[in-house]
């Protein structure tokens, strides 16, 4: 039960300079942005809110500012969803991020909170393992023994001290935290107040305080949102990338960027590679063919944009060590396979279908076909 | 005297409200509404208590109902309600558009148009008017390709929107004071049509006529002139200088004769995605928007919760709160005065569904869209589809009676063909006027008996299927297509697609076939796909007596084929007894068609699959014993294969009921071709002999269900044929013998006993008999 938990603020301060951390935050990676925003919005903003709601859209999405100051893109889609999640934090509502994995939630909630509060730092990591005093408070025992209970000897969690402070707590994969301790969230978000029996005290949430929860519904029956909890917060819905440009730009840069972390002696793969690739799950995600024309049925897997990253990421690294160095279809084979058949009984069905009815009659696959097909 | 004009969007419920108001404060003693004057007998029906909108006026071509126009009217149309207004204070009210007599009579005489793209629609009216703009939606239906460029369109983006209905929506029909909103849209209009040229003739030709009206009315002395027409002709019908040219411009047209009357019309048909290119996207809203006194957010989200509850999903009042707080914030954000459509959608999506997306189907369809279904009194004149139908019966001497009368048709002859084309037709809009009786014989596929009987309610379906389309054609094939939008599975689409076939429907026969190949791309039940593929083949192998065009088919039989194949082998895996048996006939439906097609390509794959099941463990002994039977049959089974097949499935250590199953999956059909298979019987027997007594008692039973299906001889046969092959054994004398045609096979004789009797049997005979010959 000892959460050791620090104040993630203590963190930053001991944090080592800004240029040789791995991976900086959103409000240090764009500060200068959202300094920029700060400096023209005269909108109304939210009690506590660092940018009105409509710079935080601004923020989100993109675009070139009055003053001329180009703000780049944080997401990449329907804006109007990011407009539903902006008018919901700022209605007071809790949000909750929904989609399969790979669809930037946990990105969107760093950039909200950013923008909003300019603290994304307030997170709580949702695992199996994920107890009441991660998301209302801990002790510190040895203070605890020797003084009694007080509020020194409180270990703060991020949820209670975003309440202390009128920032967004975050709460990353909500769906695998247990039931039990799921249910904390529903005082938390209706009265707004957090008890501490032991002190005879209450910590009640300042204005501004909020909620972003992000959840991936294909692990829905893992631990499912009780209706009360469900109800309390205004869900969103991150889809797939809307079309097959957008998705390949995607797949294209990410697969550039890691084959030059793993320093892979493969030649860069065509285009034509990657679209094929991207062509197949698009078609068994969206279980139609791009033209329309055909249906397709879709297997039990995700097949998100992530995954075929991943397909052609061990594609390369194949033809890498094994082949010519160059992409071929024979590389790509074992990789889709594996990402599509996740159900050796149904998904493997599925994938037949598609390979007769699909691959095999389509100009310039015939390769494909057969190295899929030898791989079965 | 004075002329007002009220330049107004059709179906507008802001709009309408103005209007009224307008109409109120002005109070003209005539109205003039753009709209043709054909249809002015019809006006008083409009009052009438059993008129319930959405209703339209059809006006159309009596000896060719297919040419026609609907004219859609709702509650808050504004042409209805000034029409309601002039009807309900006394004025007189009048059509001023361009009359339909000579709008109609302009269009070269087509056959019915293609009918447009989506569901539900009937093959609507080809009117070939082509609406001018979304500002001048009226309601006839174009057919006419490219419009000319949107003018709202263009005020629109003018004014920083790149969704025009959603700036007219907030513009216009959201706004609840109406003060100054006709010479608002006037100005607008004005400034758009600088040049007030109209876009082609038939534009300069309406509003020449429009124009004239106007003045017979200034000419017949009445003093303040109320003008409804679509926004877009405001301003070219305030410049009335030249009355000769306006007259010259129609004078001369050609006319037709045209009758008029109202039908009932729906709301589903008022919006744009039924293929009426001149609708409005949300009726529902628009109507939620003239009914609702106040608080339009609020009521909305109410609603919407309320229609979740109805189908059993959770929303509550907290939940509603929520939807019309984020609703609001939406809009704040957005800078709109009120929440839209499009901000009640998504904060219901978000709070009340949950973020999903299947429910908000159900509030597109039912509130956003609405189901409202018109009503027109009795009084109203026949329907097209009515007068129809009597042409047709006339022209085919077929008669509308009571009376039972039986017909037989030969459909190679051009007449009988299109009566049962009319017959099965009229079946596929409900209408039971013919009953067909089967036949039988050879004559089957020429031949088809009617049994016909007109009923009185006939006449009443007859109103209802007018919905569907002005011809019993065109209605037939609306409604199959309908029909096929609401199939629960991909049988009842292929029984729908053959039903639909006789009725000769090309275009939604096309659309059926789309169906069905869509239905089982996603078909997860193997089943479904194998048992839809008899009544394809039977298309393909029969269609061209109907003249059907079988490469249409097949390849939707090949896609079909292909996924069942596919399919097959796992499906056949775990099968309970009752799973099995319905298995199998999935599987001799495939072998059916396998056989009428006749195709080599689909010969292999499916003995291949055959042959994978027939040794596959875990398959049902059922379904392995019958699909040895079909590979028998197709002459793929060599004798020593079967052997060896009799032999695994008769061995000790397999179940003794799977045994059996086999068996029975082996002997279905007829018994005769099995005779020859002396390896099987001989096999049987072996195992039948070895049972022990108390299984062999239990199996009994069954043993007998699966001998149950031949006839006496052929079990006697089979019986005799097990009893020789034993002597055969006992005698080591394994051999070939003659078997005659009936498999009646003879064993050695024993020439001494048969001497004996052989010289009674030559005088039975009346031969000769001479010993030792």
């Known amino acids: 039960m000892t959460n050791q938990k620090k104040a993630p603020a203590t963190v930053i301060a001991d944090a080592p300079a800004l240029e040789s951390v791995l991976r900086q935050h959103a409000e240090q990676q764009f500060a200068e942005e959202l300094a920029e925003l700060v400096k023209i919005d005269d909108r109304q903003r939210p009690p506590n809110w660092k940018l009105s709601p409509w710079a935080v859209r601004a923020y989100l999405l993109g675009g070139k500012l009055p003053n001329g100051f180009t703000v780049s893109p944080k997401y990449i889609g329907n804006a109007r969803l990011i407009e539903i999640a902006v008018a919901t934090l700022a209605t007071d509502r809790a949000l909750l991020l929904y989609g399969v994995p790979g669809t930037a939630k946990s990105w969107t909630s760093e950039h909200l909170a950013a923008a909003i509060t300019g603290d994304s730092t307030l997170m709580i990591q949702g695992t199996a393992g994920t107890d009441e005093a991660a998301i209302r408070y801990g002790w510190n025992y040895a203070r605890l023994l020797v003084e009694g209970p007080s509020p020194a000897a409180l270990v703060v969690s991020p949820m209670m001290q975003a309440m202390q402070s009128g920032n967004i707590a975050r709460i990353e994969e909500l769906t695998r935290i247990p039931a039990e301790v799921q249910d904390t969230l529903i005082t938390i978000l209706s009265e707004k107040t957090l008890p501490v029996p032991e002190l005879g005290m209450e910590v009640q949430a300042r204005k501004g305080f909020n909620v972003i929860a992000t959840a991936n519904n294909r692990d829905k029956g893992v631990n499912e949102l009780s209706s009360a909890l469900t109800r309390r917060f205004n869900t969103v819905v991150l889809p797939t990338p809307a079309t097959m440009d957008e998705e390949i730009d995607i797949v294209e840069r990410r697969v550039a960027s890691l084959g030059r972390a793993l320093e892979l002696p493969a030649e860069k793969p065509a285009l034509e590679e990657i679209r094929r690739v991207v062509t197949v799950f698009r078609e068994l995600r969206a279980g139609v063919t791009e033209d329309g024309k055909t249906k397709v049925k879709s297997p039990s897997g995700t097949l998100s944009t992530a995954e075929a990253i991943s397909v052609m990421t061990n594609g390369l690294t194949m033809a890498a060590y094994y082949g010519d160095g160059l992409l071929h279809a024979g590389d790509l084979a074992a990789g889709l396979t594996g990402a599509i058949i996740k159900d050796p009984v149904q998904d493997r069905v599925v994938w037949l279908e598609y390979l007769q009815t699909v691959v095999k009659e389509r100009d310039g696959w015939k390769d494909l076909y057969r190295a899929c097909h030898e791989v079965l | ?773």
């Open chain 2, 1 to 773: 005297m004075s002329v007002h004009i009220f330049g107004v969007r059709h179906h507008g419920p802001g709009c309408a409200r103005a209007l009224r108001a307008a109409l109120e404060a002005l109070q003209p003693d005539i109205l003039l509404v753009e709209g043709p004057p054909d249809a002015e007998g019809a006006l008083p029906l409009l009052t009438h208590e059993a008129m319930k909108p959405p209703v339209a006026l059809l006006i159309y071509v009596p000896d060719q109902p297919s040419r026609a126009v609907f004219y859609p009217f709702t509650t808050f149309s504004p042409e209805w309600q000034a029409l309601g207004y002039a009807l309900g204070r006394g004025i007189p009210a009048r059509f001023m558009d361009l009359p339909q007599a000579i709008q109609l009579a302009r269009e070269p005489v087509a056959e019915e148009q293609a009918t447009p793209p989506a569901d539900d629609l009937p093959a609507a009216a080809d009117s070939g008017h082509p609406h001018s703009a979304p500002t001048d939606e009226k309601p006839a239906i174009s057919a006419t390709a490219t419009p000319p460029p949107d003018p709202l369109a263009m005020l629109a983006e003018a004014a920083g929107y790149d969704d025009h209905e959603l700036w007219w929506e907030q513009q216009i029909e959201q706004r609840r004071d109406s003060t100054g909103v006709f010479e608002g849209i006037f100005e607008a209009m004005s400034a758009l049509r600088a040049d007030l040229t109209p876009r082609d003739d038939e534009e300069a030709q309406r509003e020449a006529h429009m124009r004239s009206s106007i003045r017979a009315a200034e000419g017949e002395g009445f003093a303040r002139i109320a003008v409804v027409c679509g926004a877009w002709h405001a301003p070219a019908l305030a410049q009335r200088d030249d009355a000769k040219a306006d007259t010259a411009l129609f004078a001369k047209l050609k006319r037709v004769k045209v009758e008029t009357t109202w039908i009932p019309w729906t709301n589903s048909r008022l919006a744009y995605r039924s293929g009426y290119g001149a609708g409005i996207t949300s009726p529902g809203w628009y109507g939620h928007l003239w009914a609702a006194p106040d608080r339009v957010p609020i009521r909305w989200a109410t609603q919407a919760a309320q229609l979740l509850r109805g189908e059993g999903l959770d929303a509550s009042s907290a939940s509603v709160i929520e939807t019309v707080r984020l609703s609001e914030a939406l809009a704040a954000m957005r800078g709109l005065p009120m929440p839209g459509m499009a901000e009640m959608r998504e904060a219901i999506q978000t709070v009340l569904c949950h973020g999903e997306t299947a429910p908000m189907q159900l509030i597109r369809d039912k509130l956003e869209i609405g189901e409202a279904m018109g009503e027109v009194p009795p009084e109203a004149p026949a329907v097209p589809l009515q007068r129809d139908l009597d042409a047709q019966a006339r022209r085919l001497t077929l008669k509308l009676t009571a009376e039972i009368k039986d017909y037989d048709l030969d459909l190679r002859k051009d007449t009988d063909r299109v009566r049962s084309q009319l017959l099965h037709r009229l079946g596929m809009l409900g209408i039971g006027w013919g009953e067909e009786q089967h036949t039988y014989g050879k004559l089957g596929t020429f031949h088809e008996k009617w049994r016909l009987q007109w009923q009185p309610e006939f006449a009443v379906a007859l109103i209802e299927a007018n919905i569907w389309g002005n011809t019993v054609a065109s209605a037939a094939a609306a409604r199959t297509r309908q029909l096929a939008t609401v199939a629960p599975d991909l049988p009842a689409l292929t029984a729908l697609l053959e039903r639909a076939l006789p009725a000769d429907l090309p275009d939604a026969l096309e659309d059926l076939l789309e169906r069905v190949r869509d239905r089982a791309a996603v078909s997860s039940d193997v089943r479904h796909l194998m048992d839809a593929l008899p009544p394809l083949a039977r298309i393909v192998r029969y269609g061209d007596v109907r003249g059907t065009k079988a490469e249409r088919v097949t390849p939707v039989i090949d896609a079909l084929f292909e996924r069942a194949l596919v399919g097959l082998p796992g499906a056949c895996l775990s099968l309970d007894d009752d799973a099995a048996t319905a298995m199998v006939t999935s599987i001799d439906n495939v072998q059916e068609t396998v056989s009428m097609l006749n195709r080599d390509d689909q010969r292999a794959p499916w003995l291949a699959t055959l042959r994978l099941l027939v040794d596959r463990d875990g398959v049902h002994g059922l379904v392995r014993g019958r699909c040895c039977r079909l590979l028998l049959e197709m002459r793929a089974l060599a004798s020593e294969e079967l052997r060896r097949l009799a032999g695994l499935a008769f061995s000790p250590v397999n179940p003794p009921e799977q045994a059996v199953d086999w068996i029975e999956g082996v002997l279905r059909g007829p018994g005769l071709k099995l005779l020859q298979q002396d390896d099987l019987w001989r096999a049987l027997d072996a195992w039948l002999a070895n049972l022990a007594p108390d299984i062999f008692v239990t199996l009994l039973p069954l043993l007998r269900r699966a001998f149950s299906g031949f006839s006496a001889p052929e079990r006697r046969q089979m019986g005799e044929k097990v009893k020789l092959l034993s002597v055969e054994e006992a005698a080591g004398t394994l051999g070939v013998r003659p078997s005659g045609e009936g498999g009646a096979t003879h064993g050695p004789i024993a020439q001494e006993r048969a001497n004996t009797v052989l010289p009674v049997l030559a005088q039975i005979l009346g031969v000769n008999y001479e010993p030792g010959n």
